[in-house]
């Protein structure tokens, strides 16, 4: 049996994906719709993360920050409280590092391993099942969780120890962050000197200048189609851990830095449930040209 905590824009598909590929699922999510589209696929719903873990060798959380994964994993209903020797945790979710090797060692406490494989390829590639999954922990509790893993994406990789998924998470969501913003002024630059943002996309994307940005949230910019598949709220949430893991190093992430507070202008104004293609919208502002 294999439990699943969190059924949101990401965590619903992955869920489903899991059905999909034979595996008998128990859920729970805060907001009780989710579980019941859920259990009409053939899911069994769970009234609290301590049922879902009872219930399940495996357990899957897809939560949104480092406060929402501590309160489900934690406390008296949290899913190490149901946990038991052998017990599996897999937090997909993106949190802070630091985070994640503390509930680690309270999940080991129980005879419980962690792996924390937070996730890359947005939304879509929840639903098609493409993930990107970046996989920190044991090399046994990896390869427990590959089995589902490979239900889930295409691109599985072992990369170290417990943290290790979170610190190369919160490299891709720099590299993310700061594509976006560079499409979003290549656009700009081309629209207002006349030519056709399609056509940008469409030349740049044949050359060293091509990357996922462009295609995977081409309608999105061309469109101005900013329904979110994943929120400017949880990237500069992801940036904030980005710029934390780097201070602790002592790395500079200047231009990394620069885009956090522009996706801060962004939710300052009320964007923040927006795509995080909607990083388009700030640099319009700033040339008062909308491609």
Known sequence: MVGFIGLGVMGAPMARNLLAAGHDMVV???????????AQDGAQAAGSPREV????????????????????AGGEDGVLAGARAGSLVVDMSTISPVVTRVLAEQAAERGAEWVDAPVSGGDVGAREGTLSIMAGGSEAAFERARPLFEALGKTIVHV????????VKACNQVVV????????????LGSKHGVDPGTIL??????????????????????????????????????????????????????????????????????????????????????????
């Open 28 to 38: 729970h999510n805060r907001s009780q719709g989710a579980v019941d589209a859920l």
């Open 53 to 72: 873990a009872e219930a399940a060798e495996t357990v899957i959380l897809m939560l949104p920050d480092s406060p929402q994964v501590e309160e489900v």
């Open 160 to 167: 170290g120890p417990i943290g290790a998924g979170q610190v």
């Open 177 to 188: 962050a700061l594509s976006i913003e560079a499409v979003a002024e290549a656009l700009v």
């Open 202 to 291: 469409d030349v740049l994307a044949g050359g060293l200048a091509g990357n996922k940005v462009m295609e995977v949230r081409r309608r999105n910019f061309l469109e101005h189609d900013f329904t979110p598949g994943f929120r400017i709220d949880l990237h500069h949430k992801d940036i904030g851990i980005a710029l934390a893991a780097a201070r602790e190093a002592g790395v500079a992430l200047p231009a990394t830095a620069a885009v956090g507070e522009m996706l801060q202008a962004l939710r300052a104004r009320g964007s923040g449930g927006l795509d995080h293609s909607a990083l388009l919208t700030y640099v319009e502002d700033l040339a008062r040209h909308e491609i």
